[in-house]
């Protein structure tokens, strides 16, 4: 007896949306512009709903097994969460959401982000206050996926609006300024922080960058720093979620949670740098290839 495979329905699902968004794409002309900006902006929800797939998805598992998950199960809460994110991350291959080259690329961002964990827990950055066996030294490996999950979005995001760029400074440029902006994160406990001459850097080489995005058939514009401010909101608000669930916990929350101080922005916007870069690695040997 057949049985529909998952990309099997991923496809019948896709078809489905593509006929409803010409449908509605129809309505939305014949009744003017404002049904025509109602309905991209309920297409760009819909394209940015599905590029969070994979981080929204880790988001909902931080909060849901913080409030459902059985304290004295066999299988601690962080392992759990590993073996999920992991689950998760074949999935999206399987289904053709990720391609291998970005799965290449989040699994790189994987390993940056939990070089960073241990040397930033060491120093007392913040603590994993709970117990499990799938760690390196005291960092549970779950918490690369939530780096890898910052690349999920950006790679995920890059296809789907099918970003173009004007006034983009050059690759290199950029590897060096990533390089500088991870360097510091380390270096910044023994010698001076040099965060915002980095700051002073982003701007001087993407303040005159636009990103192109398209969210049915014409590309739309916005200026890409502000892109960059926006995503680091987003997962401002997320490590919110992340902490106030005890997966874990910065100092001042040692003894009750409290909001993730402002300044933890900056550190995600400068983070967000070293996502782009590797993902638009990616991106640029793709298009090189076509």
Not at 80 to 87: D, E, R, S, V, Y
Not at 105 to 126: D, P, Q, R, Y
Not at 144 to 153: D, K, L, T
Not at 162 to 184: G, K, Q, S
């Amino acid at each position: 007896m057949w049985r529909p495979s998952t990309i099997d329905i991923l496809g019948s699902v896709l078809e489905v949306l593509r006929a409803w968004d010409k449908r509605t794409g129809h309505w939305a002309h014949s009744r003017g512009r404002c049904a025509v900006a109602l309905h991209e902006f309920v297409c760009f929800g819909a394209k940015q709903a599905s590029a969070c797939l994979f981080g929204g998805s880790m988001v909902l598992l931080l909060g849901l097994t913080w409030a459902f998950y059985p304290q004295h199960a066999a299988l601690a809460r962080y392992d759990f969460l590993t073996i999920a994110a992991l689950g998760m991350q074949c999935a999206l291959i399987a289904s053709r959401l990720e391609t291998l080259e970005e799965a290449k690329v989040i699994l790189l961002f994987h390993v940056v982000g939990t070089a960073m964990e241990v040397f930033k827990t060491s120093v007392g950055s913040w603590i994993y206050p709970e117990p499990s066996l799938l760690r390196i030294s005291g960092v549970p490996l779950f918490s690369g996926f939530m780096y890898a999950s910052v690349g999920s979005y950006i790679a995920r995001a890059w296809r789907l609006f099918d970003f173009e760029f004007t006034r983009h400074p050059p690759f290199m440029a950029t590897v060096w300024l990533a390089v500088a902006i991870y360097a510091n994160f380390f270096t910044h406990h023994f010698l001076p922080d040099l965060r915002w001459l980095l700051f002073a850097a982003v701007a001087l080489l993407f303040g005159r960058t636009w990103v192109h995005f398209r969210i049915r058939h014409a590309h739309r514009r916005m200026p890409l720093l502000l892109g960059f401010l926006l995503v680091a909101v987003f997962i401002w608000f997320a490590e919110n979620i992340g902490t106030f669930s005890a997966a874990w916990r910065y100092p001042t929350q040692h003894h009750g949670w409290r909001m993730v101080p402002m300044s933890k922005l900056g550190s995600w916007f400068l983070l967000m740098i070293i996502s782009y870069v590797m993902v638009g690695a990616v991106a640029t040997r793709r298009t090189q290839g076509e």
